[in-house]
């Protein structure tokens, strides 16, 4: 691996995380077909929906409070009625996904542990829940390295590809938030 590409995969603020994770990996016609990232469960892409027109819609949000701050201030009430609703959706949905894991992530891909060699070169349709939101994710990646650990696994080096605008930064503004947090907790400390 030449310097130039691994100076271009630490372009992003990386962050170790749990979240639940699933991925899926694709062969043949379907490496190449966006479609596929949509076969996931109805209810995955209604999480994954609700979010990206949160994101979408709060510029629009900024306008009215700008012009009527009683209509405002009554769409964020049903704003965080619907985000109550995504959170009790998203621990349905980690039943279906399993257990949350260790991952480290940023907006340029995530790394994780696997039980199985996934060679490098592969494309995943990969579906996340980033905790504590309960953001949901369905995003296309492609394996840059598999490495076996000292314990048998396998560390899966992914980046991501084709993420639109909104995806991106809402991955930043979770890395953001954690980063925060994490910040938060070491000034806290005795």
Same mark, same amino acid.
């Given at each position: 691996?030449?310097?130039?590409? $691994?100076?271009?995969?630490?372009?992003?603020?990386?962050?170790?995380?749990? =979240?639940?994770?699933?991925?899926?990996?694709?062969? *043949?016609?379907?490496?190449?077909? /966006?479609? $596929?990232?949509?076969?996931? &469960?109805?209810? +995955?892409?209604?999480?994954?929906?609700?979010?990206?027109?949160? +994101? %979408? &819609?709060?510029?629009?949000?900024? /306008?009215?409070?700008?012009?009527?701050?009683?209509? @405002?201030?009554?769409? !964020?009430?049903?704003? !965080?009625? =619907?985000?109550?609703? *995504?959170?009790?959706?998203?621990?349905?949905?980690?039943?279906? =996904? *399993? @257990?949350? #894991?260790?991952?480290?992530?940023? %907006?340029?891909? =995530? &790394?994780?542990?696997n039980l199985l060699a996934i060679p490098a070169g592969t494309h995943l349709a990969i579906k996340m829940v980033l905790m504590p939101q309960g953001l949901g994710l369905l995003l296309r990646g492609k394996v840059i390295n598999c490495r076996e650990r000292s314990d048998g696994q396998f560390?899966?080096?992914?980046?991501?590809?084709?993420?639109?605008?909104?995806?991106?930064?809402?991955?930043?503004?979770?890395?953001?938030? !954690?980063?925060?947090?994490? #910040?938060?907790?070491?000034?806290?400390?005795?």
């Open positions: 691996m030449s310097t130039q590409d $691994v100076d271009d995969r630490r372009e992003y603020y990386r962050i170790d995380d749990t =979240i639940a994770l699933d991925f899926t990996p694709l062969s *043949g016609a379907n490496a190449q077909a /966006h479609e $596929v990232l949509q076969d996931a &469960s109805p209810l +995955f892409n209604l999480l994954s929906d609700l979010h990206l027109m949160d +994101f %979408e &819609s709060q510029h629009l949000l900024r /306008h009215i409070s700008e012009r009527d701050r009683t209509l @405002a201030n009554y769409l !964020k009430v049903i704003n !965080k009625r =619907i985000d109550l609703l *995504g959170q009790a959706l998203a621990q349905n949905l980690l039943r279906d =996904i *399993g @257990a949350p #894991r260790r991952v480290s992530m940023s %907006e340029g891909g =995530i &790394s994780f542990n560390e899966i080096g992914t980046e991501f590809e084709a993420l639109t605008d909104a995806q991106r930064q809402l991955l930043a503004r979770h890395i953001l938030q !954690k980063q925060a947090l994490e #910040r938060r907790q070491l000034r806290e400390q005795p």
